[in-house]
Each structure stands twice: as C-alpha cells, then as structure tokens.
C-alpha cells in the first residue's frame, strides 16, 4: 500500500503554529502527527512558506528571527517533503540575517544553488546585502 501525499496550505501550517484556534490546531496537530509517524508525506512549497512569512510578519508581528527559526526546525520535521529545501534553509538563513525580504532572499539562494545565476534588479537596498550574481540596473 503507498503512502498518500498532498500539499499544505498555508492556513494549515499557521495554525499549528499560532496555535489561536483550538480546533484547527488539534486538526493541524493531527495532520502532522500523521506524517511524523509515516503515515502521510505533506508537501510543503516555497510559494506556501512565503504566504506564511509574511503573514506572520506582516500580520502577527513576528520577527524574522522568530520566523527562520521556527520554520528552519518545522522544515526538518519528519514526513514534511519541502520543494527546494536547500533553497528554502539559505532562504531563510539570509531573510533573518541579512534583514532583506524573504522573497528577495528566495530568488537569490535559488539563483546560487540553481541557477541561472544571474539576477538584474534595480534593488540596490536588499540585494547588496545578498550573494550571486547581482547586477543593479541605474
């Protein structure tokens, strides 16, 4: 018998998170125990990851610290597949150290590890601050 797969929404991943709705949080917390013991892989995308950043940045007020380390452990969990995961850690890593925006973090790591290499942006401020191939347009 195979294993069932399927993708998280965001709100999912929020509320296990928060924790702000009792009821949503039990079902989260079910879904995850579901995959942790084997008996489910959810997929986890960056586009999803990037909903829940900037809602728990933008919304909650959390900080990017906050942010990349809660999410660089629950990217780790087991029976969570996340798409481009070394994308997403250097993602991560660079969205909370380097104080840019994550999807600017995004296409920089995925540029590095990727490729192309290459990134015109006329974004001086956030991605001087990030490695690869930037070139700043006037």
């Known amino acids: 018998?195979?294993?069932?797969?399927?993708?998280?929404?965001?709100n999912i991943v929020l509320r296990f998170?928060?924790?702000?709705?009792?009821d949503f949080f039990k079902a989260a917390l079910n879904l995850f125990t579901e995959a942790e013991n084997g008996r489910i892989t959810l997929h986890l995308h960056p586009l999803t990851l990037a909903e829940v950043v900037w809602t728990l940045q933008g919304y909650y007020g959390?900080?990017?610290?906050?942010?990349?380390?809660?999410?660089?452990?629950?990217?780790?969990a087991d029976g969570l597949f996340v798409e481009d995961k070394d994308v997403v850690k250097k993602t991560l890593y660079d969205y909370s150290e380097?104080?840019?925006?994550?999807?600017?973090a995004y296409l920089a790591a995925l540029a590095l590890i990727?490729?192309?290499?290459t990134i015109y942006t006329l974004d001086r401020k956030h991605f001087s601050r990030l490695e690869g191939d930037i070139r700043l347009l006037p």
């Open 1 to 10: 018998m195979s294993k069932d797969k399927a993708w998280l929404d965001a």
């Open 17 to 22: 998170l928060l924790k702000d709705h009792p």
């Open 62 to 76: 959390h900080s990017k610290g906050e942010i990349a380390k809660t999410l660089s452990g629950m990217i780790e």
């Open 98 to 104: 380097k104080n840019v925006d994550y999807i600017d």
């Open 114 to 117: 990727k490729g192309p290499a």
